[in-house]
């Protein structure tokens, strides 16, 4: 067995007894967190000496394995400044042209991380920074920054309800914030001189708890696909892009779709126009009508566009960007209807409207964004010759402020009842 190799196998070992004293600690098992973790320590010595000769090795520039990296494993949580170094130089790697034209040859020629090729050190070398994730024979190699960063871009194609709430990055997969209910201030109490100054009442807090889960896919990918290196990024990058949105998406909507629920009425559009203002004079608080914005589905669009006041003046006022309308100065969100479907009630379909400050209503409590591994030696993709690529995120949603949000729902048509006429 190769040095190289001897040092990702015991990163791996280490790892996974990491993995197995966090899982304990969670689940409040003192004695295996202590077991766990002491095993993890017993790998330190043989690691270290390891990655001291293989520094030494490649310390000229003599061929061999590129010297590995001491930083924090995978999974863990170091904010010193050695981690954050080291952050920046595993971006640096896996963000220069080199690094990408390795990937795209060890993607065309099927290589695996366990076995040497030349022209491919600088994926190792990625590897090793990182920590040895994923791990050696078991996983892939890790795929080019700019294959992330094309994601990223891809998903400003979608309606990213995330960008409207509160976004917070965690570190730990539980935890709780404090919000503050206080709906006012009183003003300061009025002292008498050498009078002494009266006990005021404090602010008003609730504890909101998040516990983040974690969300993945994998799809198979052909050999004939892989011959294409460069089409596969963009296929991968298209198809994980809308995936990623969609969970989001989704935690917020199932908190909107909780929301009391009121039907817009009237005949004409002066009485819809004059619903959605009083919601947002009356029906919001001052600091969240201000701070309003408004979303509905494509029907629910539709059916508003074309709303005239009794002048004949239409209701939404484009905004100078002239990439989407506002109702009094606030702006107007639409989705498909797949993605914000219709309401039923009664026999009627009601495009939905939510109206208020979505920042204050949810919150979305993001641990690891989304990330990507491809292989072709895990799953099902050794016995069938292919590849498979790997996407996962860890998130939750919580509702903070249900006050802050309003439902409405605009009818848009009759069901027919079976049997009716």
Not at 145 to 156: C, G, H, N, P, T
Not at 197 to 206: F, N, S, T, Y
Not at 313 to 325: E, L, N, T
Request: proline residues 4%; negative net charge.
């Amino acid at each position: 067995m190769s040095l190289f190799r001897k040092c990702q196998e015991l990163k791996n070992k280490r790892f996974a007894q990491l993995e197995a004293a966090e899982k304990a600690l969670e689940a409040g098992d003192q004695a295996a967190y202590d077991k766990a973790l002491e095993e993890a320590k017993s790998f330190v010595p043989e690691i270290e000496k390891c990655e001291a000769l293989l520094a030494e090795k490649s310390r000229f520039g003599t061929s061999g394995s590129p010297a590995p990296e001491n930083i924090s494993a995978p999974g863990t949580q170091g904010t010193s400044a050695e981690d954050v170094s080291k952050a920046k130089q595993l971006s640096d790697i896996r963000s220069c042209n080199e690094y990408t034209n390795a990937w795209l040859k060890a993607m065309q020629m099927g290589a695996r991380p366990a076995t040497h090729h030349d022209g491919l050190e600088i994926l190792h070398k990625a590897m090793t920074v990182a920590g040895g994730d994923p791990a050696g024979a078991d996983g892939g190699f890790l795929v080019p920054e700019s294959f992330e960063l094309a994601v990223q871009r891809l998903s400003k194609d979608y309606v990213d309800l995330s960008q409207f709430a509160h976004v917070e990055n965690v570190s730990t997969l539980k935890g709780w914030r404090n919000i503050e209910l206080s709906a006012g201030r009183a003003p300061l109490s009025s002292v008498e001189e050498d009078a002494p100054i009266p006990m005021g009442e404090g602010p008003k807090v609730k504890r909101i708890g998040y516990n983040c889960h974690s969300y993945g896919d994998r799809v198979a990918i052909s050999g004939e696909l892989m011959s294409n290196a460069q089409g596969l990024m963009d296929y991968l990058a298209e198809w994980f892009a809308g995936r990623y949105v969609a969970t989001k998406n989704g935690l917020i909507l199932a908190m909107l779709n909780k929301l009391p629920f009121t039907a817009l009425t009237g005949d004409d559009d002066n009485a819809k126009i004059a619903a959605v203002k009083r919601m947002l004079n009356k029906e919001l608080n001052t600091f969240h009508s201000r701070a309003a914005m408004f979303l509905t589905n494509a029907n629910g669009y539709d059916d508003m566009d074309q709303w005239v006041d009794k002048d004949g003046r239409a209701f939404f006022k484009p905004d100078i960007s002239g990439d989407f309308d506002r109702i009094k100065g606030r702006r107007v969100v639409y989705a498909d209807v797949d993605l914000i479907p219709d309401i039923e009630e009664e026999g009627v379909a009601y495009a939905p409207l939510y109206g208020g400050n979505l920042a204050a209503f949810a919150g979305l409590f993001v641990r690891n964004g989304m990330t990507m591994n491809t292989t072709n030696v895990g799953g099902e993709a050794w016995a069938k010759g292919g590849w498979e690529a790997r996407v996962m995120c860890s998130m939750d949603a919580q509702e903070m402020d249900s006050s802050s949000m309003l439902k409405r729902g605009i009818p848009v048509f009759w069901i027919r009842k079976s049997g009716a006429c």
